[in-house]
């Protein structure tokens, strides 16, 4: 699904983002990026949504050479990715529908869909009986909600979040993953960038760590086994194993 082969990116001001960078992400697997601030988490989640171009090397994503789109396409590339912030950018004065509704309006979707689309993704984020709110009228958890279903409105084939959980408690941010991997179980691919070390290690899923712009491991995820029977169960998989 996701591919870079020896990607670096140094912005105007000479700072390298990113060196000499190699991974891959399969189709439908959940992965976190981990690392300090600044070690180039953000960057990379640009530049897999082409919000910015690499410095050197290939970005491959679903097959496309992110190289050969040209700039008249990358908004059609775009709609295949959703893409959620630590912030959810919400516009408080519209309702939480309005809000989801909006990247269906600019991306120019049948008018007959809009409706489903809206409350299939707000019911698979538990806000449906919530719709008619205004944004400023939720939590801060809530919020977040309506940011993932506002990035899976139309239906992605990638996720890619960039701190969603950073301005939660702990049961909230635990709650937001769990929201993630039932996507990665219908089949949706997964890029989390968190800091929150507490998170990855609760999730059996491989993490990707950068350090100054650098993969140091590409760790693979725990396996079911190593798990506490007393530890909280978040989800189940597709085989009914306690996640």
């Known amino acids: 699904m996701i591919k870079f082969e020896q990607v670096s990116k140094q912005f105007n001001n000479g700072t390298e983002a990113l060196l000499d960078i190699n991974f891959e992400v399969n189709q439908s697997e959940l992965v976190f990026l981990s690392g300090h601030s600044g070690a180039g988490k953000s960057t990379l989640l640009k530049l897999i949504g082409m919000l910015e171009k690499p410095t050197s090397g290939q970005i491959f994503v679903a097959g496309h050479r992110l190289a050969d789109i040209p700039g008249r396409k990358i908004p059609f590339y775009r709609r295949r990715i959703g893409m959620i912030f630590q912030n959810p950018l919400l516009l408080s004065q519209y309702t939480v529908y309005e809000n989801v509704l909006i ?25 449906l009986k919530k719709e008619k709110l205004k944004a400023a009228e939720l939590s801060s958890g809530e ?12 239906k992605p084939i990638l996720l890619l ?3 969603p959980t950073g301005n939660l408690d702990p049961a909230l941010a635990l709650e937001i993953m769990q929201l993630f991997a039932r996507f990665q179980q219908v089949g949706v691919t997964v890029l989390i960038a968190t800091h929150d070390q507490g998170i990855i290690q609760k999730l059996p899923y491989r993490t990707l760590h950068l350090k100054q712009g650098k993969v140091i491991d590409q760790g693979l995820a725990r396996p079911f086994a190593t798990y506490p029977e007393h530890e909280t169960v978040l989800i189940k998989n597709k085989e009914g194993l306690a996640v």
Not at 143 to 154: E, F, L, P, S, T
């Open 103 to 127: 990247p269906l309006i600019v991306a120019g979707f049948d008018k007959n869909d809009m409706a489903k689309r809206v409350r299939a993704a707000l019911d698979k984020v538990g806000l």
């Open 143 to 154: 919020c977040q909600r309506v940011a993932i279903a506002r990035a899976i409105v139309h």
């Open 161 to 163: 979040a960039d701190e």
